[in-house]
């Protein structure tokens, strides 16, 4: 029986920082590579195809840093009124 990979719907998810990362909130995975026995995910910010960076796919599960889906400043319980970002 073949191993099971980690993350298997990693490419093309969405995700929201909890904290502003390189000047934004939303992005996507627009590449996952195996090192061993972990998993990276590269992250293409929504608003600025020109922001990339490869994450520790395992950073994905901290919901203190990264939450599943594109979500506003509400949803996330910011509870801010001001201008949305995306």
């Keep these: ?3 099971k990979q980690k993350f298997p ?5 969405k995700w929201t920082a909890q904290q502003k990362t390189w000047g934004w909130r ?4 627009l ?8 998993v ?3 992250m ?8 990339r960076f490869w994450l520790n796919a395992q950073q994905l599960k901290d919901r ?3 939450q599943a889906g594109w979500q506003s400043l509400q949803e ?6 001001s201008l949305q970002e995306f």
């Design 9 to 13: 719907y990693l490419v093309g998810s």
């Design 26 to 29: 939303h992005f996507q995975v």
């Design 44 to 51: 293409v910010a929504a608003c600025d195809p020109a922001v």
């Design 1 to 3: 029986m073949p191993k």
């Design 76 to 81: 996330q319980g910011d509870g801010s009124s």
């Design 64 to 66: 203190s840093l990264w």
């Design 31 to 38: 590449n996952r590579k195996n090192e061993g026995r972990w």
């Design 40 to 42: 990276f995910a590269e």
